[in-house]
């Protein structure tokens, strides 16, 4: 039997000061990487999103973002060209290795601007890649649960929030069968299925992290959050995006 292999997913738009960094960390371990550039209405990005992508060896497919994200992300499933799909946002990054991490503190963000928290490497390198592999091969898991930390900056000294006390559990490494996708019929919000049985499919905590800086991004692209979040608000609406 073959041993399974994982794409790093990826839907994106004019990301590319995000998606260069999302796609240097996907290289490290993904068997393939499949992405869908989802413009609304089908747009083409104007910012080098495209060929970027195309640099990095990507397979890259083209589809309209206001079918919904349900939509999408069932093709990034589906369509992936590998027995897992991980599906990853631009401004998120899965590290293969990591070094084993802790973090103090109880304040959070936005509740405090500034949260007061520490963080604390170890000595130890956490093989994540090498856990996630072998759960792969647990034939009856359909998908496979990680916490995702949210971080201001790429030092990894300034989280959001304690990522052990306030986990951020994401089910976004799935398996790539007919039966699993997300619910079409939702342009937001989809839910992740196994349609044989109308609910979630089998899953397994990994003890894995994923890692978020949108906050960065938020900061260096002034404007471009905000722009994200008035046409996600049209999509729920059933309004065309802009």
Known sequence: MNPPSVAACINFYNDAPALRGCLESAS????????VHAGPGGKYSTDGSIELAESFGATVVFDDIQKGFGAIRTRLIHDCGCTWAFILDCDERFHA???VMHCEGVESYPQVEKPNLSTFKRAEIHDQMGVL???MTHQHLRAIRTSRRHWFDFTLNKPCQNWLRLQDWQL?????LPEIGYQIDRVMHEQLLDHSTGTTPVFADSGLFHDHYHMFFR???PGHKEANEQNYSRLERGEDML
Do not use: G, S
């Not at 490290?28 to 992405?35: C, G, R, S």
């Not at 976004?172 to 790539?176: D, F, P």
């Open 219 to 221: 900061r260096t692209q």
């Open 133 to 135: 592999r072998n759960l």
């Open 28 to 35: 490290q371990w993904a068997d393939n990487i499949f992405m």
């Open 97 to 99: 290795k990591m070094p």
């Open 172 to 176: 976004r490494i799935v398996r790539n």
